[in-house]
């Protein structure tokens, strides 16, 4: 179910409206649990119970963590402090291990043995088979936001959860469930417990709702109609490459921002505040300066709990830079399992790396505003290439063609049906 499905317009989010608002207060978040599990069990009733093991572990490690701080709050001896801290540290563990183990596993193992035996066939060794694993529907975003949960436990910059509904209720929220933002624990917290319902949170949830459904059905559909189109192309030309990769732009922006527009229209709707997703990202003036505004949730959860604890820019200039390109080469791997996506990642953190070193104002001397943009979106649009193609090579014969060695495709095969696209608006 997705929320552009007629059954989720016109059956179940109406239904879950009226439910929503028929109920006490008291019994809202246990309905909102119950109907998010309904909605994740639309692809596979299975992948409910995956994301509960995720949600019990949490729980249980929060709990874990949250007692000890109050022990240790209470006053205790320095060497009952170092033991407790210890516990604390071990409780922590025990969930990243078991977030990032399903995650690993669910999402990178096919990718894993589809590298290794790549590299047993080269060696000419007999290549492994098994059976391929499918990928359960928004598994990076709630381990995500699970995981983030017991790491601010751990930092006190969370309050250990006590009912484990609310928890539950965080988790599985169904309006942010699949497509994001990651919304952080202690951004909820307060309206887990207590959130108020106006008309004027309605109205607006249902605007920001449509004007997300809009971006999605006339923009990103259409734009993603000439980027398949260009993308599928065997020897695209240097305009059918420049073309694809604008269009392909176009279409992954209103793509994610308008699911991320619907998500916090829907979070309105049901008294919750998500925080903002997207910022106008093409204004950006430099690629760091497009990071604080594209998906802004990962963007600054990648910050939080990899780069930051990785030692940031804290230890020297090499390692500020070894910490960004890996914070992005993991930021990459998180879309996709695929070299495209760890290559775009290398892409981004080499760029951010280059800005550093040379500064803002090295890298865009005396450059106009509209000219700063200009030049950033190319080096954005690079980057969209490498994330949309379906392989390292397809990649480079974009690039070849963008870079004027045009390839061999019918010039005309994009032209009508490009104007037939931009006709429907």
Known sequence: MIFTSQVFLFWFLPAVLLGYYLLPFRFKSLFLTLVSYVFYGWWRVDFVLLMLVSTVIDFFCGRRIGLLNERIDGGVDPAERIDLDRKRKRAMLFSICANLGLLGYFKYWNFGIDTLNVMLGAAGFTEISWTQIVLPVGISFYTFQSLSYSIDVYRRQAPAVRRFVDFACYISLFP????????????????????????????????????????????????????????????????????????????????????????????????????????????????????????????????????????????????????LMLTMLLGGLWHGAAMTFVLWGAY????????????????????????????????????????????????????????????????????LSSRQTVGCF
């Not at 305009?239 to 694809?244: D, E, N, S, T, V």
């Open 176 to 323: 942010q469930l699949v497509a994001g933002p990651i919304v952080r624990y202690q951004t909820l917290a307060a309206e887990l417990v207590h959130r108020t319902h106006t008309w004027e949170k309605l109205s607006r949830g249902a605007f920001l709702f449509q004007i997300g459904f809009a971006k999605k059905i006339l923009l990103a559909d259409s734009f993603a109609t000439i980027a398949d189109q260009c993308f599928a192309l065997g020897d695209p030309t240097t305009y059918q490459a420049w073309l694809g990769s604008f269009a392909y732009a176009m279409q992954i922006y209103f793509d994610f921002s308008g699911y991320s527009d619907m998500a916090i229209g829907l979070g309105a709707l049901f008294g919750f505040t998500f925080p903002i997703n997207f910022d106008s990202p093409y204004k950006s003036q430099s690629i760091t300066e497009f990071w604080r505004r594209w998906h802004i949730s990962l963007s600054t959860w990648l910050r939080d709990y990899l780069y930051v604890p990785l030692g940031g820019n804290r230890r020297g200039k090499g390692r500020t830079y070894i910490n």
């Open 348 to 415: 981004q953190g080499a760029w951010l790396a280059i800005e550093r070193i040379v500064g803002k104002r090295s890298l865009y001397p005396a450059l106009p505003k509209q000219l700063q943009i200009a030049l950033t979106f190319v080096i954005v649009l690079g980057g969209w290439i490498l994330f949309r193609a379906v392989s390292v090579g397809q990649a480079g014969e974009f690039f070849s063609a963008m870079a004027g060695f045009g390839g061999s495709a019918d010039p005309h095969a994009v032209v």
